[in-house]
């Protein structure tokens, strides 16, 4: 060991270092369903978060649980849902790390009644007039086919 003028110095200079381990939140990102998105009524709806702990590379130890307000939905990574009433929807993923910290991120869908699909009703009522008008071109004047 060398002293500051780094002249070798007889005795050994002595440190005290104190490592105090600090646990950081985990985060939370929902990568599937996209902000916005509509469902159908009965339709099956995937849901998928990407979670990360900063403190550590192994992601086996966090606990995704997935929420609508107080009611749980369900747990994972990934998971999915077909029991949605129409209306809108904000769903919240919660991730736990092993250190009892967490952090949570939302996302708004919408579900809208089962039925007609958006157009469904004018395709229809274009294929009638079409009908009807091939049938009028198929009777002559006469009233005969």
Known sequence: ???????????PLEWLV???????APTVNITSPGEG???VEG???????EAHDPDV?????LLVEWYEGDTWL???????????????????????DGGELSSEATVSIGV?????EPGFSAAV?????????????????????
Do not use: C, Q
Not at 18 to 24: F, I, S
Not at 57 to 61: F, K, L, N, P
Not at 125 to 145: F, I, K
């Open 1 to 11: 060991m060398y002293d500051e003028d780094l002249m070798s110095t007889a005795s």
């Open 18 to 24: 104190t490592v105090t381990k600090t646990n950081r």
């Open 37 to 39: 998105e509509t469902f």
């Open 43 to 49: 339709s099956w709806v995937e849901f998928e978060a």
């Open 57 to 61: 590379e192994d992601r086996s130890g």
């Open 74 to 96: 369900g747990k994972g990574g990934t998971f999915s849902l077909r029991n949605l009433r129409p209306g809108t929807h904000e769903i919240t993923a919660v991730v736990t």
């Open 112 to 116: 809208r009644e089962k039925g007609e």
């Open 125 to 145: 009522a274009a294929l009638s007039v079409l009908a009807a008008s091939w049938a009028l071109a198929t009777v002559d004047r006469r009233g005969r086919r």
